[in-house]
């Protein structure tokens, strides 16, 4: 007696329904993949109990002839694909043919379609195959009921009406973010719960993302060869908590796809916080060629020929979006626009010195020829100064000095026309010794000024650290205690240190001695910044530390570098400060991804004290 047997159609179907079916969102994945492959301009998709009782989806596409409806209720039938070069080629959302199949052998399915110059529609019933004539305009309207009512182990998996119905919604965003050319309406249990006109894509992204999501992200455009990038990327300030707000389409088609979020991941390094999450929706699109599609039942995941080249591309096209700055955006802008909090600086020319805790200068590299500076003019001891640029300024500067001391109440004179003013302007006051008050053309400018000038630091840093780093020779050395651990690592990570500027080395049993340290850091608080570093160092191993974790070693020792809470300074540091914020990538976040600065609008200010109300 044989014991191989065929399986019967029914059973093969629902084990093929085990893979492509999992809950009431993969049913509505496929039918709405359908219709938009069918050349659908209006889509309504109508749910009850999460999808669970009802999963209904009409279109106005093309429709099905009646010859071709039973076909479409058969395993591994299709009109998309014939060939293997087809496949190769995918221009379609769905191609393998057994969404539909599946899908009946488990629910109670029916499809009525009209196709294009038929005097009628016609009726499939998913159990018995019957075909009946029907009643419909055009497009197809395809009926699941009962999900899984054949095969109760199965629906016992299902979790509660809320949960499924989430799962829906999220299913029919991502159809809708794919394409907003294609208007959609979904419904549960009788509410409307989005309907979408077709329009733009950012019209499209503000309905299901919220205009909040668009205020504070900035429009990604990028094309290198036969790869290009559009979308929209958050800003640092705008993270979440969890990866619910990132949507990655390829060709028009969700994925999830590793090597795409590492790229997104890489492009946020310097400016996320590693416990939060950026919000993104961006489009992928190659040649159909360089990705297979077909590594997946479910079509969610892909597979790049040139993944390297995809994912360099990817990262490097984020990263400049990311570094842009915007103060040449704010200055724009009429006084009555509102800019997002935390906008990005404009590339003015390079910096001149400002100081870094413990009161000493800290001085940039020189202007580009022709370009434009913001500094100070030649310094004397102990002071900052200006370029000629801004010396008109330091009238203003010294004139302001005396309300701001509170000893006189004069008015700040106005700033200078054209182009005499930087983007943010220049310092009025330091709040609490915390914050910075400056006015630009547009408004107030509030700084954080440790955040701001640990992203500078930052920056130079990284910069330093590419080439040979000054270092900076101490007087006395800076002597320190330590326990066994940090002595042994200070001793395994000798080269390490030296590479970044510092001379480390025993001065006693427990003790250490910095003979030096990087220019940049010559006033940081050294045995603080040092014990941090040997913390890092003993947990991972040196070579690691140099390649994957370099940038984090930079950003402690930024973070320690920079100038701290209640350090006064003078409004010339202050200004200098400011121009280095402009002439500085990435300068609108700090290291951990909390925003350096925010623009109150002379129309904000009237609004909240009611002026011309």
């Not at 990866?243 to 946020?268: I, M, S």
């Not at 409004?571 to 109150?600: F, I, K, V």
């Amino acid at each position: 007696m044989s014991v191989i047997h065929r399986l019967s159609d029914l059973l093969v179907n629902q084990i093929a329904a085990g893979e492509v079916v999992e809950r009431p969102a993969s049913v509505l994945k496929e039918v709405l993949e359908n219709a938009v492959d069918a050349g659908s301009r209006a889509i309504e998709v109508q749910l009850e109990q999460g999808g669970v009782r009802r999963i209904r989806v009409a279109d106005d596409g093309c429709g099905i002839d009646r010859d071709d409806l039973e076909l479409a209720l058969e395993r591994h039938a299709t009109s998309k694909i014939a060939t293997l070069d087809d496949l190769e080629h995918v221009g379609t959302m769905g191609f393998r043919g057994e969404a539909l199949a599946a899908i009946a052998a488990v629910a109670r399915t029916s499809i009525t379609s009209r196709a294009a110059g038929a005097s009628h529609a016609w009726r499939i019933d998913g159990s018995d195959r019957s075909l009946t004539p029907a009643a419909l305009n055009q497009g197809t309207v395809v009926d699941v009921a009962d999900l899984y009512y054949n095969t109760p182990a199965r629906r016992k998996f299902l979790k509660t009406e809320g949960t499924e119905y989430a799962h829906c919604d999220d299913m029919f965003r991502r159809v809708a973010l794919a394409r907003p050319d294609i208007g959609l309406q979904l419904s549960h249990n009788g509410r409307v719960i989005h309907r979408l006109p077709p329009g733009s894509p950012a019209t499209r992204v503000a309905a299901l993302m919220g205009d909040d999501f668009l205020q504070h992200a900035r429009e990604v455009s990028a094309e290198g060869g036969v790869l290009r990038l559009t979308g929209f990327a958050s800003l640092p300030a705008y993270s979440r908590a969890s990866r619910d707000a990132q949507f990655f389409f390829v060709n028009g088609r969700f994925v999830r796809d590793k090597l795409l979020t590492h790229a997104v991941r890489e492009a946020y390094t310097d400016i996320l916080h590693g416990s939060r999450h950026p919000a993104y929706v961006l489009f992928l699109e190659l040649d159909p060629a360089g990705v297979d599609v077909n590594v997946h039942p479910a079509k969610i995941e892909v597979r790049f020929r040139e993944s390297r080249a995809v994912h360099q591309f990817v990262y490097h096209a984020l990263k400049r979006v990311l570094a842009e700055s915007g103060a040449g955006r704010i200055e724009a802008e009429p006084a009555a626009a509102q800019p997002a909090a935390g906008a990005g600086f404009g590339i003015a020319a390079n910096t001149a010195t400002y100081p870094v805790a413990g009161g000493h200068t800290n001085t940039a590299s020189p202007p580009p020829a022709g370009g434009r500076s913001w500094g100070a003019a030649p310094p004397q001891q102990g002071q900052l100064a200006m370029d000629s640029a801004s010396r008109a300024y330091l009238d203003f500067a010294a004139r302001a000095q005396t309300p701001l001391s509170g000893t006189a109440n004069v008015a700040a004179p106005p700033l200078p026309d054209g182009d005499g003013a930087p983007p943010l302007g220049f310092a009025l006051a330091q709040l609490h010794g915390v914050y910075i008050l400056a006015q630009n053309r547009t408004g107030l400018v509030l700084v954080d000024m440790h955040a701001a000038h640990e992203r500078i630091l930052y920056e130079k840093l990284k910069t330093v650290l590419d080439g040979r780093p000054s270092v900076q020779r101490l007087l006395i050395p800076a002597v320190f205690s330590v326990g066994p651990k940090d002595m042994a690592a200070a001793e395994e990570c000798a080269d390490v240190l030296a590479g970044m500027g510092f001379d480390v080395g025993a001065a006693g049993p427990q003790e250490l001695a910095v003979r030096s340290v990087p220019a940049l850091l010559a006033n940081a608080p050294v045995a603080e910044l040092m014990r941090k570093l040997l913390e890092e160092l003993r947990e991972f191993p040196a070579s690691e530390v140099v390649t994957a974790r370099r940038n984090e070693l930079l950003a402690t020792m930024a973070c320690h570098g920079a100038v701290r809470a209640n350090r006064q300074l003078t409004l010339p540091e202050m200004n200098a400060l400011l121009r280095d914020m402009e002439a500085t990538e990435r300068a609108d976040q700090c290291n951990h991804g909390r925003p350096t600065w925010t623009q109150l609008t002379m129309a904000d200010l009237d609004r909240f004290f009611m002026r011309g109300q």
